[in-house]
């Protein structure tokens, strides 16, 4: 089936999606971009996505292009017209079409929207965590403001085509003081030898994950020990488990670092029985969100929001 894409106010066909050779993300990076899983048709952790996507148009100034209810409608009618049960929806906000300059544009200057949606086979997905990844390290060489969900990302993308070079799934970056930040797309986690959850504060440092909070939520529910801190590669190294989280990866557990074995190298029943709690609990939260009269009542009509 061909792929649909909503642009700038329409719904296309992905392959004839465009946006104007000014827009200011294209030239600037000048935009931010949220991503959710879907699982069973329906948006997983929604409010936390779409309360990051306020702060993070806030944290740079962009204008919000609707309303929350006109936004929801239109990502419900994404995966409902992509036909997606599994997969993920990416959203990416931009300042605008203008001049090229880098002073902002005028201040009513409309927003760029654009939404993709794509399966994802998550058969795959499990299989994968139940054999665990590799990591590698490298420097930390983004910008300071990474707690803003900006599409600037050429430091992720080599990060992770150096993992993917070497044959990891994923690369976990290491700032100047000798500690792991987080990893190119997903939040680094370790396990303690006493059974404590450890990943670093939320700060200008990292990404505050949605899955990453969702994670803290369910561990603390479920009385087990977490602590935010920093952690260096070294007590990674020496760590009952260890774990990166995401939205696309959920949690996927991590037993090799720079070629180098985590416990026994293989994964902990820890990591993966803190995946099935957070899927399980994950995929009744959506459903419960994808039942709200108000998203639905719009998204079925097949009604465009106007924004």
Not at 47 to 76: F, K, N, W, Y
Not at 234 to 241: P, T, Y
């Amino acid at each position: 089936m061909s792929r649909i894409a909503y642009v700038n106010g329409r719904f296309v066909w992905h392959q004839d999606a465009c946006i104007h050779i000014e827009d200011r993300g294209n030239q600037f990076a000048d935009a931010v971009y949220e991503v959710w899983g879907v699982r069973g048709g329906a948006l997983m952790d929604f409010d936390g996505h779409m309360t990051r996507l306020a702060r993070s148009l806030s944290e740079l100034q962009i204008r919000r292009p609707m309303s929350d209810a006109a936004l929801s409608a239109i990502l419900v009618r994404m995966v409902a017209l992509n036909h997606i049960r599994n997969g993920l929806i990416y959203l990416q906000v931009s300042r605008g079409q203008a001049r090229r300059d880098h002073i902002f544009p005028s201040p009513d200057t409309r927003p760029g929207i654009m939404i993709t949606a794509k399966p994802v086979n998550f058969e795959k997905a499990e299989a994968r965590a139940g054999k665990g990844i590799s990591v590698i390290t490298q420097p930390d060489i983004r910008w300071a403001r990474r707690d803003i969900k900006s599409v600037s990302l050429l430091p992720n993308v080599l990060a992770k085509q150096a993992a993917a070079e070497a044959g990891a799934g994923e690369c976990w970056m290491i700032d100047t003081d000798g500690f792991i930040t987080e990893a190119s797309a997903s939040n680094a986690w370790i396990v303690t030898a006493d059974g404590t959850l450890v990943t670093r504060p939320a700060s200008n440092d990292i990404l505050n994950g949605i899955t990453r909070r969702t994670l803290f939520r369910l561990a603390r529910n479920a009385g087990i020990k977490t602590q935010e801190r920093p952690f260096t590669r070294d007590e990674a190294l020496a760590a009952r488990e260890a774990f990166i989280t995401s939205a696309s990866a959920f949690l996927t557990p991590v037993v090799e670092i720079d070629g180098k074995p985590v416990a026994n190298g293989h994964p902990g029943t820890f990591s993966l029985q803190l995946r099935a709690s957070y899927v399980a609990t994950a995929k009744e939260r959506a459903r419960k969100q994808m039942n709200r009269p108000s998203v639905w009542l719009v998204a079925c009509r097949g009604e465009r929001p106007v924004n």
